[in-house]
């Protein structure tokens, strides 16, 4: 007997300080909750002696173990360590920052009693896998397809590597989309428009 569970595909917006994801039923956008009941969730991992933290659990114990939290993992993402962006956004974060071999950040952390080191993929796939499991649970069935949104000034290879972190995370990712984009689209299907219109859109991230 063929299964009917239905099979849902998710939008993603991996947003520098915060996540958002929705899925497309009765004709709308549906926006998922996460556990707490919030419609974001931030873009923070904490490493503990004890466990890894993902999301709002995160973001409540930065204050005390800051060292070991990590955010602004977009910042990072496709870039080389070299970068002038990357140089002056390092002076700003409590966590460590080095190069690998291959000139690509690496962050490094405490976790366990042990020193871990991450690339920005891995933290970015963490934080992927966290919404996967709110919206697999939220729909009550599988979810491996989705739709990420990157800035319209991502280069190729920070495209390639957040469609590497989906790829850990354990996501078929259909499409990496513009922001901008993604925010005229859904203007376009809340408001059916007819006709020609002119709007503008305004992407105020994080």
Not at 23 to 48: C, K, L, Y
Not at 90 to 114: C, M, Q, S, Y
Not at 132 to 152: C, F, M, R
């Amino acid at each position: 007997m063929a299964s009917t569970t239905k099979k849902y595909a998710i939008g993603i917006d991996l947003g520098t300080t915060n996540l958002c994801q929705g899925f497309w039923q009765n004709d709308r956008v549906e926006i998922i909750a996460n556990e707490h009941g919030n419609r974001t969730t931030p873009s923070i991992v904490a490493f503990t002696d004890s466990e890894r933290l993902i999301g709002d659990g995160a973001k409540n114990q930065s204050s005390q173990n800051p060292k070991n939290t990590v955010f602004d993992a977009k910042r990072l993402i496709g870039r080389k360590f070299s970068d002038a962006a990357v140089q002056s956004d390092i002076r700003h974060w409590p966590f460590d920052v080095t190069a690998d071999t291959n000139d690509k950040p690496l962050i490094g952390v405490n976790f366990k009693g042990e020193r871990k080191t991450y690339f920005a993929e891995e933290i970015s796939a963490m934080l992927l896998t966290k919404l996967k499991q709110n919206a697999e649970a939220y729909l009550g069935s599988d979810v491996t397809d989705a739709v990420i949104t990157v800035p319209a000034y991502f280069n190729d290879s920070q495209r390639q590597a957040t469609k590497d972190a989906g790829i850990i995370a354990g996501l078929n990712v259909l499409r990496i989309i513009n922001e901008p984009t993604a925010a005229a689209l859904a203007y376009g299907l809340d408001k059916k428009v007819t006709g020609e219109q002119h709007i503008v859109v305004f992407d105020f991230g994080g």
